[in-house]
Nanobody
Framework: QVRLVESGGGLVQPGGSLRLSCAVS????????MGWYRQAPGKQRELVAA???????NYAASVEGRFTISRDNTKNTVYLQMNSLKPEDTAVYYC???????????????????WGQGTQVTVSS
């Protein structure tokens, strides 16, 4: 069974920083794209940042220049460094990963995707 486990959330004052981590565990062959999403109360889940297996990144306009996504492929872990946090960044943050259980060249199977359980980030004075 593949699991995504997030950590690093918490309460921080405006202007502060947090670093989120998401480790993927289980019997997987490889991981494609990884990303961070967030969902604030009463709002839809939205993409915050994403990173491909090759390291290409994209960000939501609202976090561009403040957040940085990175990944360590040796640890199957994705990170989100969040700086200059604002109250509007308050949300539950979820990581997502697309992965192959077996070698797609042999199995022909499409990638699967899974979500973490979420970690609360609260920005408040």
């Amino acid at each position: 069974q593949v699991r995504l486990v997030e950590s690093g959330g918490g309460l921080v004052q405006p202007g502060g920083s947090l670093r989120l981590s998401c480790a993927v565990s289980g019997n997987i062959f490889s991981i494609n794209g990884m990303g961070w999403y967030r969902q604030a109360p009463g709002k839809q889940r939205e993409l915050v940042a994403a990173i491909t297996s090759g390291g290409s990144t994209n960000y939501a306009a609202s976090v561009e220049g403040r957040f940085t996504i990175s990944r360590d492929n040796t640890k199957n872990t994705v990170y989100l460094q969040m700086n200059s946090l604002k109250p509007e960044d308050t949300a539950v943050y979820y990581c997502n990963a697309e992965f192959f259980i077996g070698n797609p060249g042999l199995t022909g199977e499409p990638p699967l995707a899974s979500w973490g359980q979420g970690t609360q980030v609260t920005v408040s004075s």
